[in-house]
């Protein structure tokens, strides 16, 4: 069709751009176009433009219009069968998962073997979403269900109705099992989990980045827990660029807040904020009323930490009414403590002691005695800063002793007993007593952290006392 | 700001896709996707917006930002296809033997002047892949690339030879 003086018409040149020629065409067109003809190259360029994004002028033409429409009228018919038939597969799972759940797991993965009607893309759904909504409340459970979706995921046929691959849906259930192993402290597994969930998405074609958002967000709570931070706030930054590109305001929001807590945890609170500030924008309250919470409360915290509090003040007022509609008695706690942290820095001493006393109290009758101890850290600040040496030497002797009967991380039991022994001299400053309570909740996630006796806080060896 | 399954409850599927539909055709043509290459396309985001009812939170936006990067992609698969088909045209090329040896000699002197224009890298790769039939592992150890990215450096180098050919121009000869 085309020789080297002779010259491929516009139509040929298109196909070429599509690599729609046979290849003897498609190498007459590249040899003409490598000989350098001006004018094919010029039409070339117009046909490549012309197949980029945004080259089309609107308002439509009326003949593609119409063909566009009689595509669109038969995706549609059928997109409207397949959700009548999802709907029916739906309410089948919930009593397939109703009929599962009193058994122990062992015969809950028996049941799946044995009998086929446990083989639906349903219920392997519904498992995962249940599995998901355990995460924390009761992560070993959270870890049986996401087994059994990776169980059923197996044995799915191929091809449901036109949906994703099984292996999409089995990526699935494995990154919820990594999650749940995250949760339980197994990393390792978490690790492997997560290897086997990417293969299978790998090897998923077509797959949605939806997904990917998921795995990605999932993978990125594990590297924060592993306090790989770099990596953790890569991951971040994909999630966020997928819900951007698929208009999820609120997930992105949510996503944000998660970035936040990375950062915060590295100790850029000046960043940690503005993006809270950002997400708390997106998120919607009524979605999800905890993570809202969740936002806010970081807020608060972070303007603590930066010294803020007349915008802490102001932000705690109005965030009072969601505490109070969780009402549960950790967040009630929570907001008694940053009441106390935020009068503290506003120099309202009493106001704080009574604060911090209420809830070192309430945490005591719950057993939870690291937090117990990092309150009663920030009463000692308060306590240090009016010169009340005696009783900061009796609450490091009071923190001391329960870290060493609850056997606590030892580098924990090192900062305090330096703190103690400050005390005992009448030398713990306002300094330490946040440089010991600062590092007491970093290594809270990582009991490994070594404390940093720098920065002349270092107590005097024993022997000069 | 509601849940996919309660937009359902509350309109319904046809309602909803046909709020979807004006949208669907502006952005299939401004993305210049062939009517017969979109069924696919908004089959695949229809479908799997149905299966993830529970976790999708505003299904318009999220349909609308699938189908737009489903005629990203699209247009990747295609472009890919066409530096396939110019790298494996050219591979072909130079190792015909029954070409006549003029024809092989501009040919080459041609590809040549075209791989001139391009940046250093791209120049050093493409001289090697074509130039002396170095494989993609010994293009590797010889610019010192680790082999698993190989593929996309290659690939990379064959888009901006072919986008050199279409779009820039050579500025020479007039045939």
């Known amino acids: 069709m085309t020789t080297n003086t002779d010259h491929p018409s516009r139509e040929v040149l298109e196909r070429f751009l599509l690599a729609q020629l046979p290849a003897s065409e498609s190498r007459r067109v590249l040899r003409h176009l490598l000989a350098g003809c001006q004018d094919c190259q010029t039409n070339a360029g117009a046909a490549w433009k012309s197949t980029q994004p945004g080259a089309m002028s609107l308002p439509l033409d009326p003949a593609l219009d119409a063909r566009y429409d009689e595509v669109l009228d038969r995706v549609f018919q059928r997109v409207e069968r397949?959700?009548?038939?999802?709907?029916?597969?739906?309410?089948?799972?919930?009593?397939?998962?109703?009929?599962?759940?009193?058994?122990?797991?062992?015969?809950?993965?028996?049941?799946?073997?044995?009998?086929?009607?446990?083989?639906?893309?349903?219920?392997?759904?519904?498992?995962?979403?249940?599995?998901?909504?355990?995460?924390?409340?009761?992560?070993?459970?959270?870890?049986?269900?996401?087994?059994?979706?990776?169980?059923?995921?197996?044995?799915?046929?191929?091809?449901?109705?036109?949906?994703?691959?099984?292996?999409?849906?089995?990526?699935?259930?494995?990154?919820?099992?990594?999650?749940?192993?995250?949760?339980?402290g197994n990393h390792d597994g978490a690790e492997r989990c997560f290897e086997t969930a990417e293969e299978l998405l790998a090897e998923s074609q077509g797959v949605g980045i939806f997904d990917e958002a998921r795995l990605y967000d999932l993978k990125a709570s594990l590297r924060r827990d592993q306090r790989r931070w770099t990596e953790a706030l890569e991951l971040h930054d994909r999630v966020i660029g997928i819900y951007q590109c698929l208009g999820q305001r609120h997930l992105l929001g949510r996503a944000y807040a998660q970035k936040a807590t990375v950062i915060s945890e590295v100790g850029d609170f000046a960043s940690s904020i503005s993006l809270l500030r950002r997400a708390l924008e997106l998120l919607d309250p009524k979605e999800e009323p905890r993570m809202f919470l969740a936002a806010r409360h970081n807020l608060i915290w972070a303007l603590c930490e930066s010294e803020r509090y007349r915008e802490a003040f102001a932000l705690l007022f109005h965030t009072r009414p969601f505490y109070l509609q969780a009402g549960d008695r950790m967040n009630l706690l929570r907001m008694r403590w940053l009441e106390g942290q935020v009068a503290?820095?506003?120099?309202?001493?009493?106001?704080?002691?009574?604060?911090?006393?209420?809830?070192?109290?309430?945490?005591?009758?719950?057993?939870?005695?690291?937090?117990?101890?990092?309150?009663?850290?920030?009463?000692?600040?308060?306590?240090?800063?009016?010169?009340?040496?005696?009783?900061?030497?009796?609450?490091?002797?009071?923190?001391?002793?329960?870290?060493?009967?609850?056997?606590?991380?030892?580098?924990?039991i090192v900062a305090i007993t330096l703190l103690k022994q400050a005390a005992d001299q009448q030398r713990a400053e306002v300094d330490l007593v946040r440089q010991v309570s600062s590092f007491l909740r970093r290594s809270r996630s990582n009991p490994e952290l070594a404390f940093e006796r720098g920065s002349g806080l270092e107590v005097p060896p024993r022997a000069a006392s | 700001m509601i849940a996919l399954d309660e937009i359902f409850i509350e309109t319904s599927l046809e309602t909803f896709l046909e709020e979807a539909r004006p949208r669907l055709k502006i952005i299939f043509s401004r993305y210049r996707i062939p009517p017969d290459d979109t069924e696919d396309i908004v089959q695949q985001a229809l479908l799997a917006l149905l299966y993830r009812l529970g976790s999708v939170r505003d299904p318009q936006a999220w349909l609308i930002g699938t189908v737009k990067n489903k005629c990203l992609l699209y247009w990747r698969d295609q472009r890919r296809r066409l530096y396939d088909s110019v790298d494996s045209t050219v591979l072909e090329w130079i190792a015909r033997p029954s070409s006549p040896e003029q024809e092989d000699d501009d040919v080459r002197r041609d590809l040549d002047a075209v791989i001139e224009t391009l940046p250093n890298r791209c120049r050093a790769l493409l001289s090697l892949r074509y130039g002396l039939g170095y494989e993609p592992p010994e293009v590797a150890a010889r610019l010192g690339y680790s082999a698993s990215s190989m593929s996309k450096i290659t690939t990379r180098c064959i888009a901006m030879l072919t986008r050199q050919l279409l779009v820039a121009g050579l500025g020479r000869k007039k045939i």
């Open chain 1, 82 to 184: 397949v959700e009548r038939v999802l709907a029916r597969e739906r309410s089948q799972a919930r009593e397939l998962l109703a009929a599962l759940e009193p058994h122990p797991i062992q015969r809950q993965l028996l049941m799946l073997r044995n009998s086929a009607k446990f083989r639906s893309r349903a219920l392997c759904e519904q498992l995962i979403e249940a599995s998901q909504e355990r995460g924390f409340k009761d992560p070993e459970r959270a870890l049986e269900l996401a087994d059994l979706a990776i169980e059923i995921s197996r044995s799915l046929p191929e091809e449901t109705h036109g949906a994703d691959p099984p292996t999409q849906l089995e990526s699935r259930a494995w990154a919820q099992s990594a999650n749940a192993q995250r949760i339980l």
């Open chain 1, 344 to 412: 503290a820095g506003l120099g309202r001493s009493e106001q704080a002691e009574v604060a911090f006393l209420e809830v070192r109290r309430a945490f005591g009758e719950l057993s939870l005695d690291f937090d117990g101890a990092l309150v009663s850290l920030d009463l000692a600040v308060l306590l240090a800063r009016q010169g009340r040496s005696t009783e900061v030497q009796r609450i490091a002797e009071e923190v001391l002793a329960s870290f060493v009967a609850r056997s606590i991380h030892r580098e924990a």
